[in-house]
């Protein structure tokens, strides 16, 4: 049977694309005392963000870095694999997702290109109706009017 598990897995990372093989492999090239270590830092993480939440509420980020970037012509071939934005994109979702701690995004404008511009909440445990009401608030009061992307599509939308 464990057999039949590992074939299944392999056939779907040989299907999926070269990203997802690349953080696949990365993944597994940690050992176990470097997860230990990883855990030891997390938990040393999570008591730096219990002591900022007896200061605040919330903490509040950009969502991004940077604003959206141009995708490259061969992105469907070989996957998006642009390190240096892509650290940018994610630099700010890092506490979040790391400490397993709620998080929300709202647009609050755009840049000078008319590219979407977001602000994040990062709350404490369990604080979700806290970043809700905040969010709502937030993006009532940033942006009265929204603009929709050339192309859009709107997947709620019964046909």
């Not at 057999?3 to 050992?31: H, N, P, Q, T």
């Not at 998006?80 to 400490?99: P, T």
């Not at 709620?102 to 590219?115: E, N, S």
Request: with cysteine; glycine share 8%.
């Amino acid at each position: 049977m464990d057999g039949d598990i590992m074939c299944s897995c392999k056939r779907d990372i040989a299907e999926s694309g070269w990203d997802v093989r690349v953080a696949l492999s990365v993944y597994g090239a940690f050992s176990g005392e470097e997860y230990i270590k990883a855990q030891k830092l997390r938990n040393r993480q999570m008591k730096v963000h219990r002591n900022i939440f007896t200061k605040a509420d919330v903490i509040v980020t950009p969502t991004v870095g940077v604003t959206a970037y141009p995708i490259l012509n061969d992105a469907l071939q070989t996957g998006e694999l642009d390190y240096i934005n892509g650290a940018a994109l994610v630099r700010y979702q890092i506490a979040g997702n790391f400490l397993g701690l709620p998080a929300v995004t709202v647009p609050v404008g755009y840049d000078k290109k008319g590219l979407p511009i977001g602000l994040q909440f990062i709350g404490r445990p369990w604080s979700e109706p806290t970043l809700i009401h905040i969010a709502y608030a937030m993006q009532s009061l940033c942006i009265p009017e929204y603009r929709k992307p050339q192309a859009f599509y709107d997947l709620l939308k019964k046909d």
